[in-house]
């Protein structure tokens, strides 16, 4: 098991926005990248926080991601449109298009965003959330694949051809823990085993498989040619190609390849259009309150629904802080020193701790 540090979000806010401000990003997606990497560590789903960084500076540097890119909109109509990324930061990419998906369906009832030339946009459910906060149900897809490359193996294939595929919903409750799932198709999210690299620790049995198309436990395996396997068999497989169908509604489509581009489908649904929402969000709190009042089976200690866990993380990890393995505060360090600066704590500013109180 790898040593851990364990830091404040304001500070690893701060480490980050300065990350990214020294690759020439301008201040304002430097903020909303960190936010949204941060908010991921929060949520107790560390395969998409600062882990990502040495990644994403990396991607800059040989020129995948253009760190100043602004989107751009196109093929729009009254509820639906295609948001350009312009191979930027897909976090801030997505939560452009989020923010303006609401305000469509807001004015239309429903809305569908597609989007072109953006790359990792971090965790989905960041995005289902955000919906939520505006009184909607969000619904993000993300997913693609190819006949010759892929991390995920398709039921009963000998290789991998798909991505991870995620797909997150989020629902409002009308309090602080809304309704949220977010999980990938495959068996664990890619990310997942940078963390256990990270850790230094086994994954679990019925994951992955080593390039020979043998079950395994070790991240090496799958770093060496390995691949995922579909969570729930020819079922999660099936959903696998759902989502990746939803998020080809971009185009982009490579037929003699008989591939597809990972990209994303985010739905925006008005819950005010259907129904009155306070009462709707009352109702779904007295739903889910009673789904966990089921007497608990024997070896767990309480029925939860999704969302749960992402909430309580939170709210531990803001008071206690945010382990870092140390392996990858080392990296952190190692990039900081390339940009020239410490990561020390003069890089906190006033409205990071503000912006993490608990």
Do not use: W
Not at 156 to 175: E, F, K, Q
Not at 228 to 246: I, Q
Not at 325 to 345: G, V
């Amino acid at each position: 098991m790898a040593e851990m540090h364990c830091f404040n979000a304001s500070y690893l806010h701060a480490v980050t926005r300065q990350l990214f401000l020294a690759a020439d990003t301008p201040r304002h997606i430097a903020e909303d990248v960190a936010e949204i990497l941060i908010n991921a560590n929060l949520a107790g789903h560390d395969s998409h926080g600062v882990l990502r960084i040495p990644g994403y500076l990396s991607s800059i540097s040989s020129g995948g991601t253009q760190p100043a890119a602004e989107p751009g909109v196109s093929n729009e109509t009254r509820n639906t449109f295609c948001i350009d990324g312009r191979d930027g930061f897909g976090h801030y990419t997505a939560r452009q298009a989020m923010e303006r998906a609401i305000e469509k369906a807001k004015a239309a009832d429903t809305c569908a965003v597609s989007f072109i030339n953006t790359g990792h946009i971090g965790r989905l459910g960041e995005y289902a959330e955000q919906a939520t906060r505006a009184g909607c149900i969000g619904i993000i897809t993300y997913g693609g694949g190819a006949r010759d490359r892929g991390g995920t193996v398709p039921f009963g294939g000998a290789r991998g051809a798909l991505g991870t595929n995620p797909i997150a919903v989020g629902v409002p409750t009308g309090d602080d823990c809304p309704f949220i799932i977010d999980f990938a198709t495959s068996m664990i999210a890619a990310g997942k085993v940078s963390v256990a690299a990270s850790m230094g620790v086994d994954l679990p049995e019925g994951c992955i498989v080593d390039k020979h198309g043998n079950p395994s436990v070790k991240t090496a395996d799958f770093s060496d040619g390995g691949s995922l396997l579909a969570f729930g068999g020819h079922k999660g497989y099936a959903f696998s190609l759902l989502v990746s169908l939803f998020a080809g509604l971009s185009g982009n489509f490579d037929i003699e390849a008989a591939s597809m581009g990972s990209n994303t489908l985010m739905q925006v649904i008005n819950i005010s259009a259907f129904t009155p929402l306070e009462p709707y969000q009352q109702g779904v709190r007295a739903f889910l309150d009673g789904i966990k009042s089921i007497p608990p089976a024997p070896g767990f200690d309480e029925v939860l629904v999704p969302g749960d866990f992402e909430y309580r993380s939170r709210s531990q990890r803001l008071a206690n802080g945010i382990d870092v393995p140390d392996t990858i505060y080392r990296q952190l360090q190692e990039c900081a020193e390339k940009l020239n600066f410490s990561l020390n704590e003069d890089l906190v500013e006033p409205a990071d701790a503000e912006r993490y109180q608990t």
